[in-house]
C-alpha cells in the first residue's frame, strides 16, 4: 500500500509505538524497495520492559515528497521489536495525522 507523504518537507517524522523484549538489533525505514529506494530513517529501539510494555518514540526522517511505499528492515537481531502502530506526521505539531497503521491494518486517523 502506497503512503502520500505530501509536497517536499511536509511529513518531518514517523511516530511508533513499540514493545521490546530484548536488547539488540536496529530498524530501518525505506522508500520503495530497500535494495533500490532511499533509506530515510533508522532506529535501534531500547529495551521497554519486556514484549507488552509498549513506548512511543519519534523517528525524524529526511525530507520526501510524493507517494511511496514505506518498508519496515530489521537487522542485528532475530527479533527487533513488538510493533504496535506507525504514525505518519505531517506539518507541524499539533495538525491532523493522516494516517496510522496499527499492526497490518491502515486506516485514516483524525484524533
Given amino acids: 500500500s ?19 523484549g530484548n536488547v539488540d538489533g536496529k530498524l530501518e525505514l525505506w522508500l520503495d524497495d530497500p535494495s ?11 529495551y521497554t520492559g519486556g514484549w507488552n510494555e509498549f513506548v512511543d518514540v519519534k523517528i525524524d526522517i529526511i525530507e520526501i515528497d510524493g507517494i511511496h511505499d514505506l518498508t519496515l528492515v530489521g537487522k542485528e537481531a532475530d527479533t527487533i521489536l513488538n510493533l ?21 491494518m491502515c486506516k485514516k486517523y483524525t484524533d
Fill in 36 to 46: 533500490s529506494g532511499t533509506l530515510i530513517g533508522e532506529l535501534s529501539p531500547e
Fill in 84 to 104: 504496535e502502530m506507525i504514525i505518519i506526521f505531517r506539518g507541524e505539531p499539533g495538525t491532523v495525522l493522516p494516517c496510522a497503521c496499527n499492526r497490518k
Fill in 2 to 20: 502506497y503512503l502520500n507523504f505530501g509536497p517536499l518537507g511536509f511529513t518531518s517524522s514517523i511516530y511508533i509505538r513499540y514493545a521490546k
